[in-house]
């Protein structure tokens, strides 16, 4: 399996422009997570999905932000309008039907720079 | 509360061992956990213990559970330049989705 997939890799935009960040999970899992991290902050959960319907989205920082799973291999976060203070490393993690460890398994990141 | 406290940072030398602690304080975690992060990467899992477990050891890599003090160290003998990374520790709960708490982090800088 190649691992959970995002992209792009990087991602640098203007302020007010439009952002999408992109997330293909690990075959068979069925939990998806959005975490943002930034050096004064560390690691949030922004919201996170199980079979396709998100759970929890109290992580997400405001209404700029939207995230949706149409299917179980795929799932985007989008920033509207990016702001300066969103400039973070994102990352996207998937994790297999509960039963066992809650390992979650983590893509690359996307590293997003807004100017 | 679910806070996971790590302390920031720590420096060894090459071949010593490092000890890296996490405090947690929800004693309902089933599962804990330890990831590492090496820089421009992605998490990884290193090791996990089930909360019914005070010690765990994989290779290079030994985790002690204090359940009572709600204390996990992580402590890897050996060190080499290439486990210099940010270590997280995690918790997870049996009623939360397998949602993780993660503590801050701890960098770990080895030094030659």
Known sequence: ?115 | GEDVEQSLFLSVREGDSSVINCTYTDSSSTYLYWYKQEPGAGLQLLTYIFSNMDMKQDQRLTVLLNKKDKHLSLRIADTQTGDSAIYFCAESKSNAGNMLTFGGGTRLMVKP
């Open chain 1, 1 to 115: 399996d190649a691992g959970v997939i995002q992209s792009p890799r990087h991602e640098v935009t203007e302020m007010g422009q439009e952002v999408t960040l992109r997330c293909k999970p690990i075959s068979g899992h069925d939990y998806l997570f959005w975490y943002r991290q930034t050096m004064m902050r560390g690691l949030e959960l922004l919201i996170y999905f199980n079979n396709n319907v998100p759970i929890d989205d109290s992580g997400m920082p405001e209404d700029r932000f939207s995230a949706k799973m149409p299917n179980a291999s795929f799932s985007t976060l989008k920033i509207q309008p990016s702001e300066p203070r969103d400039s973070a490393v994102y990352f996207c993690a998937s994790s297999p039907p509960t039963g066992g460890p809650d390992t979650q398994y983590f893509g690359p990141g996307t590293r997003l720079t807004v100017l």
